[in-house]
T-cell receptor, first 111, second 112 residues
Framework: AQSVTQPDIHITVSEGASLELRCNYSYGATPYLFWYVQSPGQGLQLLLKYFSGDTLVQGIKGFEAEFKRSQSSFNLRKPSVHWSDAAEYFC?????????FGAGTRLTVKP | EAGVTQFPSHSVIEKGQTVTLRCDPI?????LYWYRRVMGKEIKFLLH????????ESGMPNNRFLAERTGGTYSTLKVQPAELEDSGVYFC??????????FGPGTRLTVL
């Protein structure tokens, strides 16, 4: 079964700084992987997804993620963070019919 | 295209009372899912409908939870009687085919 680990519970970055949120997966075959974001008072929004093919995936809101099999990682990146990016971010592989979410990383953006 | 909607956005009830949460999926999505996140824990799968049929309800915590999807359109999740540990955010998601699920805003349930 696929599972993911998000090692960082909380990250703080300054506005305009670059961002990388870590996601490590545990699965033998090529996994499907998703990143979702939950902004305060909002639902879960799909940022991007990886199924196969190009290992660098572009998403919405200027986010991208890179699948690295050698490191079992699917880290989320953004070159310049905006205050509106403050939210909780979830890495998730589907498992059969349902999504198996990581514990989430809460992002705080300093002015 | 309207997204997944959930009602109410927030519900506060007392222990022992009944609460019904509603989810309206994206039009044309046969698959409907319920998840919940209790305080400090991970988002957990509850169940999956395909049209009006329960495909997988392995995540339902106990028999105080009842989910229905009459006519294969909207779904309700009833908690009866509610307990303190049921407090959390209940998410609904829908999908057409494949694995990409689209989530609603959630219902925050507080049981006092």
């Amino acid at each position: 079964a696929q599972s993911v680990t998000q090692p960082d519970i909380h990250i703080t970055v300054s506005e305009g700084a670059s961002l990388e949120l870590r996601c490590n997966y545990s699965y033998g075959a090529t996994p499907y992987l998703f990143w979702y974001v939950q902004s305060p008072g909002q639902g879960l929004q799909l940022l991007l997804k990886y199924f196969s093919g190009d290992t660098l995936v572009q998403g919405i809101k200027g986010f991208e993620a890179e699948f690295k099999r050698s490191q079992s990682s699917f880290n989320l990146r953004k070159p310049s963070v905006h205050w509106s990016d403050a939210a909780e971010y979830f890495c998730a592989p589907p498992q059969g019919n349902d999504m198996r979410f990581g514990a989430g990383t809460r992002l705080t953006v300093k002015p | 295209e309207a997204g997944v909607t959930q009602f109410p956005s927030h519900s506060v009830i007392e222990k022992g009372q009944t609460v019904t949460l509603r989810c309206d999926p994206i039009s044309g999505h046969d698959n409907l899912y319920w998840y919940r996140r209790v305080m400090g824990k991970e988002i957990k799968f509850l169940l999956h409908f395909v049209k009006e049929s329960k495909q997988d309800e392995s995540g339902m915590p106990n028999n105080r939870f009842l989910a229905e999807r009459t006519g294969g359109t909207y779904s309700t999740l009833k908690v009866q009687p509610a307990e303190l540990e049921d407090s959390g955010v209940y998410f609904c998601a829908s999908s057409r085919v494949g694995v990409t699920q689209y989530f609603g805003p959630g219902t925050r349930l507080t049981v006092l």
